[in-house]
């Protein structure tokens, strides 16, 4: 199972690319802008989109791509999301008003797009690859995955504060690498407690949660341009990065785009 980065920042720049993920080549992670590096034939070749959440940097490139192979889609492509994720693309996005209705185009029986709801802790099996979806604890409706189709798990947290549900289910799983945002620094460490996001110091004591014995890389994603190198700085001050020391206690690396896993 491959699994390839497109986007991986809490926002955009030069050479920054909101959150989407590509598992191997047919099924997609969230929607941000990362999408439009892919190429027309690329696009064609995905068959389902896994939303975790409806904030815009998460589904921003979803109408766009849609748009962009409409007329070559010999199927529609699924979009699976909790029911208040579905609501609000339904409501916000496909509306014939910011965009068109592709749950009904070009008819209502045959449509370029159709919309499954999904609920923490069920699992989908979609062509070889279990995926299980994790909770999340965020200011709308959201949840993360877990996808397996190799060796091990590659865990997505989504958009996320704390979150006890979470690691109890992560530490029943075989990890072979995690996903986690810290989207602020510490000092706006309170807005990122109001908005729901973690921060060095929040992520410090989520990460006190994994089971001792238990070890494996933990990417950081969704840091703010602006704020990348002091989020990464303020979390070598609790646990050494790449490369590692003596007693390092964790795994933690920065999550890029272009990056690829094989599992």
């Known amino acids: 199972m491959k699994v390839r980065v497109l986007g991986c920042s809490g926002a955009i720049a030069k050479d920054c690319r909101t959150t989407s993920f590509l598992i191997d080549g047919d099924v997609l992670v969230d929607a941000g802008t990362g ?115 190799g060796q091990g798990c590659w865990i997505f947290t989504g958009d996320t504060e704390r979150n006890p549900a979470f690691w109890r289910r992560i530490n ?10 810290t989207a602020f620094s510490n000092r706006e460490q309170e807005l990122a407690r109001r908005s729901l996001h973690l921060s060095p110091h929040a992520l410090a004591e989520e990460l ?13 994603t969704h840091t703010k341009p602006a704020e990348t190198e002091l989020i990464m700085t303020e ?12 007693n390092v206690a964790h795994d933690i690396r920065w999550l890029r785009a272009g990056q690829e896993f094989e599992l």
């Open 208 to 220: 006190d949660c994994i089971d001792k014995g238990k070890r494996f890389p933990i990417f950081i």
């Open 35 to 149: 999408v439009g590096d892919l190429t027309l034939q690329e696009m064609r070749g995905i068959r389902d989109v896994l939303l975790t959440h409806s904030h815009l940097d998460h589904v921003a490139a979803l109408p766009l791509m849609v748009d962009a192979i409409a007329s070559q889609l010999d199927q529609p492509i699924r979009i699976s999301a909790l029911p208040g994720t579905i609501a609000a693309l339904k409501a916000h996005i496909f509306n014939n008003v910011i965009w068109p209705d592709f749950s009904r185009i070009p008819s209502a029986q045959s449509p370029f797009i159709t919309f499954h709801e999904i609920q923490v802790g069920q699992v989908l099996e979609l062509r070889g690859k279990y995926i299980e979806v994790l909770p999340a604890v965020h200011t709308v409706p959201a949840c993360g995955y877990a996808v397996s189709g």
């Open 235 to 246: 979390i070598q001050r609790f646990d050494q990065t790449q490369p590692f020391g003596p």
């Open 172 to 181: 029943q799983l075989e990890v072979a690498a995690l996903v986690i945002e």
